[in-house]
């Protein structure tokens, strides 16, 4: 079964960093796109990144950029987000999508900026 | 940033009635590969978003023959044929053909 297992999710304070990761199964990541998209609550859906298959591009919301940084180690079929000085307006779920049709989503991971 | 406009923002359709949803563009979506990505997602309350029918009109794996997609370059649509209580929640288009991903609003699909 082809599925994506966010982790590392948590309550930090405003300034801090957390680090994200995505498990792939029964598929291997070498040969997809993979995204973050996140959810405020109540919100809609705001893109945060993508990676192109080989980690050599990415881009980033304006949101984000300068903070957070995306990577992937297909060896361990895992993609990445590197959250630095987080902010109030980070609180989201982050989802682990693939593919650019945004085929294939993981369940979240629920990060909290409060102080 | 391309915005991606959703008709309307709400729904109440009555159960076994079709129902149909806009979404316009602000740009074309027709990507420099030549094709155009846009995707609509469903959420029903408490999931994850999943995707029904992705690059306009193609249905993704296991999603059910009454969600259909179409239109072109700027205008598109997403029509339930028969809307059933398991399609309440929210509906969202999207598109990955430039940068930065840009969704929809989201339409709220409910039950009269």
């Known amino acids: 079964e082809v599925q994506l297992v966010e982790s590392g999710g948590g309550l930090v304070q405003p300034g801090e960093s957390l680090r994200l990761s995505c498990a792939a199964s029964?598929?291997?990541?070498?040969?997809?796109?993979l995204y973050w998209v996140r959810q405020a609550p109540g919100k809609g859906l705001e893109w945060v990144s993508r990676i192109n298959s080989d980690g050599s591009s990415t881009w980033y919301a304006d949101s984000v950029k300068g903070r957070f940084t995306i990577s992937r180690d297909n060896a361990k079929n895992t993609l990445y987000l590197q959250m630095n000085s987080l902010r109030a307006e980070d609180t989201a779920v982050y989802y682990c999508?693939?593919?650019?049709?945004?085929?294939?989503w993981g369940k979240g991971t629920t990060v909290t900026v409060s102080s | 940033d391309i915005v991606m406009t959703q008709t309307p923002l709400s729904s109440p359709v009555t159960l076994g009635q079709p129902a149909s949803i806009s979404c316009r563009s602000s740009q074309s979506l027709v990507n420099s590969d030549g094709n155009t990505y846009l995707s609509w997602l469903q959420q029903r309350p408490g999931q994850p978003p999943r995707v029904l029918i992705y690059q306009i009109s193609n249905r993704f794996s296991g999603v059910p023959d009454r969600f259909s997609g179409s239109g072109a370059g700027t205008d598109f649509t997403l029509k339930i044929s028969r809307v059933e209580a398991e399609d309440v929640g929210v509906y969202y288009c999207?598109?990955?053909?430039?940068?930065?991903?840009?969704f929809g609003q989201g339409t709220r699909l409910e039950i009269k």
């Open positions: 999207t598109q990955t053909s430039q940068s930065p991903v840009t």
């Open positions: 029964g598929f291997t990541i070498s040969s997809h796109w």
């Open positions: 999508v693939r593919d650019s049709s945004l085929l294939v």
